[in-house]
């Protein structure tokens, strides 16, 4: 697999359908390419986030341990989508694990790589912060709507 | 020390300085008649005289001088015209040969006597940095004190051989032959005596001037060698300061200060010298004018013409020398004054504090009575304090940084001295104590101890090397050389110690000998919390695998069960290396030569230009393809990078050309875009990035099968045709042997890691551990950890893991009283507490001061001691 191919694949991704060719393939170039099997694992809740990852092919479940120890799936990540930037922008280890939920291939972008993405390309910078907001605003949706219905409960 | 260089000589070569005077003495009577011979042989068998009658002439006769009644000794043999001159010329020869043999053993004499005061005079001074107290070394700069042992005393070991004998033989030869010269003609004597006189009196004049200078000259090379050292020292922080000019212009300055003063010395030296030669050649007219005359006024004959010139030219070489000895000596003079000058103190250890013996165990307890301890600069640390320490308790000094407990810690270790007050060891002054109670019995560990550019090993070692105790295995004729190098060490006033003795106090470990040493060093460091430490240099180090067979077989066992569990785990971490197969993971150049490469020959950044590889790049087809791969890379590379500023973090991390040389492969590609040949460099350039290039890290896309293949090819013709010479110079990779240039961790992984296997890191960590703890390899590679080499001053340690052995070495020496001052400073809190904890449960019933940093717990002590603004708060 030749970043040639990467660099096809992250095209098709919003974030970087507009960014100029060198730049695709000096980000393809600077990461690392990631392959899993169903069931492999990404990266572990708890550990230091140390990468972004950006799913070129397959998918994956974002998992969280719950207070009884069982997991949950919380979330669904489906190809050309960034995951894991959260926990390399608050310096914090992960909050939660990424499995694979088929054969799923990744790029590894390394904390360094992707700050600098972040200072050279304010486009992508500005796209990841809409989509903080937009997840920010579901969440918040979430919250109201839970809320709601816990007061609902309790009437 | 003498202050005076002749005293010196004198008081340590007397008995060898008479020697070679007497030898002198003895030669000078062979020196005189070799000047008289050509006299006798000019005047009698080659001008005929005394054979006008065609008689015989008695030579070789011996008769006392007619004041001594003028008996005859000798008889003599009655010679005619042709036999005496082959009889006096053969009597020449025999005196040149003579005479020779006289200069060539007085050389070797004297030559013996410089070396030995040399090396005496070195061993003193290195001695007296020895006795120094520490406090008084803060003055001088390392580099110079080297520069004045290695280099500025050099010259006087020379000087030392002429002190007495040059001034004896030159000045006896001097007057022979002026002697000689009167004998033949008074006017010619007092000819050649006036122009002596005249370069004895002028010639020192001049040179005054060169000899001041040549003090300059030492003075500032010695300051240039003490700020070389210091640039050295301070490599890392003149560039982190941005310095490097200020320091170029500080050196430019200096070497332009030595510059003038050395040209400024060459040029009143060979003013001196030509003034010198034209003396010495004016001499010759006076002789052939004057002495002219007299022969032919038949008052001078030919005869002793042509010995007063002979002895004439012998004449100027002394004197010369002569001239050059007076130099030479105030020169030394200079030199001696001013090295031992820089040597002094006025306080020195006396040398029996460091007398050996084994030192009984301490006894009583520390008291310390108004005891006043002040820094540098005067300011106290503590004010007139009295405490007392048991040596067998454990004691915690408390108090808030600065304010006192340091200083207390120093004071009882005798690491600093108290201006008042006294400081007694079991009713004894601390002070008066030899050195091998307090160096032995009490371990201090300060914050900056200073560690050894040995090994881990032997710097661990370090405290229990105090004095000899064993001698070293040896029978025969090595004793008797041991024997003679130790009288030899004797006759130079050198240590009686040797070197190649065994120094270990084994028992201070609990062992009596070599075994069980490693075990025991892993116990303590495991104390001072460096097991994991030592364990990574272990993995990361390597061996040499005939000196221990049997840990690099364990080792490819641990290599055959570690493929073993790779294999079973659901993914690959590690690409095995094979002979038969491409390795993924690993460059291009690593592929062709499936090897280490052992020094410079092969070394990744010469692949490219080695004459071998070119060769078989060459004859394998190769070369063309490699040459496109490294223009895809160039290409590429300056596509991607050409956008980014030069200091972009990138270029270090992940880029094939360096951010400087962007421009120049830009130029290269254009070029080659224009279809024009690239230059011999230009290919190695290209053809170094393909060596460098690996299609998994990588991931050009440049690589395919085909060329994989030609690869591999090409690396079987490449070991075919290595000639056996160059064979030395790689360890290939063998799934059957351990390879020698490479890490134990290397050798056990076998193998490249393969990029973008998720976790590879962690996962190949899990299974390594595993088959280590399975083959119970840890002493194994404990054992090549200990022989981790520290660094020039450690600092191939980081300062965490140099606090941490220097803990360790004072356990090692099982001290009495181990005092703890502020050692562990740059750990973490907790690390320290756990640290400190284990020592202190290791050392149950043994003294303990430990000093407490802000924040740490007492309870665990027996007493603590707590100090404020230089005086106690609470406790003792």
Redesign the interface.
């Known amino acids: 697999m030749s970043i040639v191919e990467d660099v096809e694949a992250l095209r098709r991704i919003p974030y970087f359908a507009t960014m100029d060719s060198a730049k695709l393939k000096l980000l393809a170039f600077t990461s690392t390419r990631v392959q899993l099997a169903q069931g492999g694992v990404l990266c572990r809740e708890g550990e230091p986030g140390d990468a972004a990852y950006i799913v070129l092919e397959g998918e994956a479940d974002i998992v969280v341990s719950a207070e009884d120890g069982r997991d949950v799936v919380v979330a669904h990540v489906p190809r050309n989508t960034f995951i894991g930037e959260m926990a390399v922008l608050r310096n914090a280890p992960r909050t939660a694990t990424v499995v694979a939920s088929s054969g799923l291939v990744a790029l590894k972008v390394s904390k360094d790589a992707f700050f600098q993405l972040l200072r050279d390309q304010p486009a992508f910078a500005m796209e990841l912060m809409r989509e903080l907001a937009e997840r920010l605003d579901d969440t918040t949706v979430q919250l109201r709507d839970a809320r709601a219905r816990l007061a609902a409960l309790g009437a | 020390m003498e202050r005076r260089l002749f005293t010196y000589i004198w008081r340590h070569s007397f008995g060898e300085q008479l020697a070679v005077l007497g030898v002198i003495l003895a030669s000078l009577p062979f020196y005189f008649l070799a000047l008289n011979l050509p006299k006798l042989i000019v005047n009698g068998p080659i001008q005929g005289g005394g054979f006008e009658d065609g008689a015989a002439r008695t030579y070789f006769q011996l008769a006392l001088p007619d004041w001594l009644g003028g008996a005859i000794v000798l008889d003599g043999v009655d010679l005619d015209r042709m036999s005496a001159l082959f009889a006096l010329s053969f009597s020449f020869l025999a005196l040149v040969c003579i005479n020779g043999l006289f200069k060539y053993r007085i050389n070797v004499m004297k030559g013996r006597m410089g070396e030995r005061l040399l090396r005496r005079l070195r061993y003193e001074l290195v001695d007296r940095v020895l006795r120094f107290y520490p406090a008084r070394l803060k003055r001088s700069k390392p580099a110079e004190i080297a520069s004045m042992v290695k280099d500025e005393v050099e010259p006087l070991g020379g000087f030392v051989g002429e002190a007495f004998a040059t001034p004896a033989y030159l000045g006896g030869q001097a007057l022979t032959a002026v002697t000689f010269i009167v004998l033949q003609n008074p006017l010619l004597g007092a000819i050649a005596v006036g122009i002596v006189s005249i370069q004895a009196f002028v010639i020192p004049y001049l040179r005054k001037p060169i000899l001041a200078l040549g003090r300059q000259r030492q003075l500032t090379a010695r300051e240039l060698s003490g700020r070389v050292g210091e640039i050295v020292d301070a490599a890392a922080d003149i560039q982190a300061n941005d310095t490097s000019n200020w320091e170029r212009a500080d050196i430019t300055r200096r070497l332009g200060k030595i510059y003038d003063i050395r040209f400024e010395i060459y040029r009143r030296k060979f003013f001196v010298k030509f003034l010198n030669n034209f003396l010495a050649q004016v001499t010759p007219f006076f002789f052939y004018a004057v002495g002219g005359y007299f022969a032919i006024r038949g008052e001078l004959s030919i005869g002793q013409l042509v010995a007063v010139i002979a002895a004439y030219k012998d004449l100027p070489g002394p004197i010369k020398e002569l001239l050059d000895w007076y130099l030479e000596k105030q020169d030394a003079q200079i030199k001696y004054e001013q090295v031992v000058e820089q040597f002094r103190a006025d306080r020195l250890i006396e040398p029996t504090a460091h007398a050996p013996g084994e030192p009984p165990p301490l006894k009583g307890e520390i008291e310390v009575r108004e005891a006043t301890v002040a820094d540098d600069t005067g300011a106290r640390l503590l004010d007139a304090v009295s405490f007392v320490v048991p040596t067998g308790r454990h004691v915690a000094f408390a108090g808030p940084p600065g304010g006192g407990k340091e200083a207390a810690a120093a004071l009882i270790a005798r690491q600093m001295a108290a201006r008042s007050g006294t400081v007694t060891l079991g009713g004894q002054p601390l002070e008066a104590l030899p050195q091998s109670i307090t160096g032995r019995r009490i371990a201090y560990v300060g914050q900056d101890s200073y560690l050894f550019g040995l090994s881990l090993r032997d710097n661990l070692l370090y405290g229990l090397r105090n004095e000899p105790r064993k001698p070293r295995a040896c029978d025969g004729r090595a004793l008797s050389l041991a024997e003679a190098r130790a009288a030899e060490d004797a006759r130079a006033g050198n240590a009686p110690y040797d070197a190649e003795a065994e120094w270990l106090h084994y028992p201070a470990l609990g062992i009596d000998g070599p075994d069980g040493l490693d075990a025991a060093l892993m116990r303590l460091i495991a104390l001072a919390g460096l097991e994991a430490d030592v364990f990574r240099f272990g993995l990361q180090g390597g061996f040499d695998p005939d000196e221990a067979p049997a840990v690099a077989e364990r080792l490819l066992a641990a290599r055959r069960l570690f493929k073993e569990r790779e294999m079973s785990s659901?993914?690959d971490v590690v690409e095995p290396f094979d002979e038969a197969l491409y390795n993924d993971q690993a460059t291009i150049g690593q592929n062709l030569l499936f090897g280490v490469a052992i020094g410079q020959t092969f070394a990744p950044q010469n692949l490219a230009q080695n004459r071998l590889v070119s060769q078989l790049l060459d004859d394998t087809g190769l070369d063309k393809p490699l040459f496109t791969l490294g223009r895809g890379i160039a290409e590429?590379m300056v596509?991607?990078?050409?956008?980014?500023p030069a200091e972009?973090?990138?270029f270090a991390?992940?880029s094939f050309i360096a951010a400087a040389d962007l421009p120049l492969y830009e130029t290269l590609l254009a070029r080659l875009e224009a279809g024009q040949k690239p230059t011999p460099d230009q290919r190695v350039k290209l053809l170094s990035l393909a060596f460098a290039y690996s299609e998994a890290r990588?991931?050009?896309?440049?690589l395919d099968d085909s060329m994989r293949s030609m690869l591999l090819a090409a690396r079987h013709l490449f070991h075919e045709r290595l000639p056996q010479h160059e064979r030395a110079k790689i360890a290939f990779y063998d799934a059957d042997a351990y390879n020698e240039a490479a890490s134990v961790e290397d050798n056990i992984l076998f193998g490249r890691v393969v990029?973008?296997?998720?976790?590879a890191q962690a996962r190949i960590e899990a299974i390594l551990m595993e088959v280590i703890a399975e083959l119970g390899l840890k002493d194994d590679i404990a054992r090549i950890g200990l022989g981790f080499a520290c660094g020039a001053a450690g600092k191939r340690l980081t300062p965490s893991q140099r606090q941490r052995v220097a803990l360790a070495r004072a356990l090692v020496k099982d001290p009495d009283l181990l005092v703890v001052n502020g050692a562990l400073a740059v750990l973490d809190a907790a690390t320290q507490s756990e640290i400190m904890k284990r020592v202190l449960a290791a050392r149950t019933g043994r003294g303990v001061v430990w000093t407490l940093a802000p924040g740490q717990d007492g309870a665990l002590f027996d007493t603590v001691v707590t100090f404020e603004g230089g005086r106690l708060a609470a406790g003792a």
């Not at chain 2, 990588?698 to 440049?702: D, Y």
């Not at chain 2, 990029?755 to 976790?759: E, R, V, W």
């Open positions: 659901d993914h590429t596509e991607i990078f050409r956008g980014l972009h973090p990138f991390q992940y990588h991931r050009l896309g440049l990029y973008g296997a998720p976790n």
